[in-house]
Nanobody, 121 residues
């Protein structure tokens, strides 16, 4: 079963940290985080394969964000440190057995509802 549910969003100040969770992710699935700011399309943030050997990041979040997974609990995390105002967006968790293009939201079949992340400065 695949029913991703995001949690952990909120309003924080620039420089603070948040940890997003994507629950109920099936085993053997690749998982990615996308984000969407007002008036923009869904943009790739980070992805992780099964069981977690390979990770990929959008350049603007490298060194600040870390994607990981707890396979026993079927949870994928996105640890976000040193948050900036430009990180403000709705964050979505997406999963697929084998996405055609890991950076393309159209390559993922299963999506969470999204969680709002807002950073003030």
């Amino acid at each position: 079963q695949v029913q991703p549910v995001e949690s952990g969003g909120g309003l924080v100040q620039a420089g603070d940290s948040l940890r997003l969770s994507c629950a109920a992710v099936s085993s053997d699935f690749c998982v990615a985080w996308f984000r969407q700011a007002p008036g923009q399309g869904r943009a790739f943030v980070a992805s992780i394969d099964w069981p977690g050997h390979e990770t990929y990041y959008q350049d603007s979040v490298k060194g600040r964000f870390t994607i990981s997974r707890d396979n026993a609990k079927n949870i994928v995390y996105l640890q976000m440190n040193s948050l900036k105002s430009e990180d403000t967006a709705v964050y979505y968790c997406a999963a697929d057995p084998n996405p055609l293009q890991y950076r393309d939201p159209e390559g993922y079949r299963y999506w969470g509802q999204g969680t709002q992340v807002s950073i003030s400065s």
